[in-house]
């Protein structure tokens, strides 16, 4: 049972950078064979998938954010990690890590964190 | 990009059959997937590719896709899969994982 958790600051001031770490037990995530992502859904909306990283450190990121977003990934730790930068209200949202199964190239959600709320405010 | 369509809504008496639909152009030719989320809780794989059910999800719970539109359907419904569902699908011609918006089904 691979579990995913996800970490860090609630509350980020606009033009801050959000910070976010995702720790993974049950799994490795050194092993390959996944991607690891961040999903967000914005208060009673739905999903917006934010992008990925691989645990060799490439990644890919939704167009509509990549001049703002930056993934990580720290395999002796387990986990990866996402920053967005200059946010404003509109970045509020519950963030959500993830894994991600490539089989077929079909890239199927499997193992979801519980999620984290961050809200921007001054 | 790539963009799902589904009903924002769909209410169903318990016992009856829930069908939630999926379009995009040529969908049937994607793998799609589907999830549940319940009010606050992350969503849950309850359909991948098109009919495969992951381990604990029941037989009433199946997918089907072709041509335009994806469908998940729900027979005898209960109290317990009111929820919203989501379908997802990653189009390669962009490298871009989609979700459609939402439906939220309603047990009356």
């Known amino acids: 049972q691979v579990l995913l958790q996800e970490s860090g600051p609630g509350l980020v001031k606009p033009s801050q950078t959000l910070s976010l770490t995702c720790t993974v037990s049950?799994?490795?995530?050194?092993?390959?064979?996944?991607?690891w992502t961040w999903i967000r859904q914005h208060p009673g909306k739905g999903l917006e998938w934010i992008g990925y990283?691989?645990?060799?450190?490439?990644?890919y990121y939704n167009p509509s954010l990549k001049s703002r977003v930056t993934m990580s990934v720290d395999t002796s730790k387990n986990q990866f990690s996402l920053n967005l930068s200059s946010v404003t209200a509109a970045d509020t949202a519950v963030y959500y890590c993830?894994?991600?199964?490539?089989?077929?190239?079909?890239?199927?959600?499997?193992?979801w964190g519980q999620g984290t709320l961050v809200t921007v405010s001054s | 990009s790539y963009v799902l369509t589904q009903p924002p809504s769909l209410s169903v008496a318990p016992g009856k059959t829930a069908s939630i639909t999926c379009g995009g152009n040529?969908?049937?030719?994607?793998?799609v997937h589907w999830y549940q989320q319940k009010p606050g809780q992350a969503p849950v794989l309850v359909i991948y590719?098109?009919?495969d059910r992951p381990s604990g999800i029941p037989e009433r719970v199946s997918g089907s896709n072709s041509g335009n539109t994806a469908t998940l359907t729900i027979s005898r419904v209960e109290a317990g899969d009111e929820a919203d569902y989501y379908c997802q699908v990653w189009d390669s011609s962009s490298d871009h994982l989609v979700f459609g918006g939402g439906t939220k089904l309603t047990v009356l």
């Open positions: 993830a894994r991600l199964d490539p089989v077929d190239t079909a890239m199927v959600i499997d193992y």
């Open positions: 590719y098109n009919s």
């Open positions: 049950g799994g490795s995530i050194s092993r390959g064979g996944y991607y």
């Open positions: 990283i691989y645990y060799s450190g490439s990644t």
């Open positions: 040529n969908i049937g030719s994607k793998s």
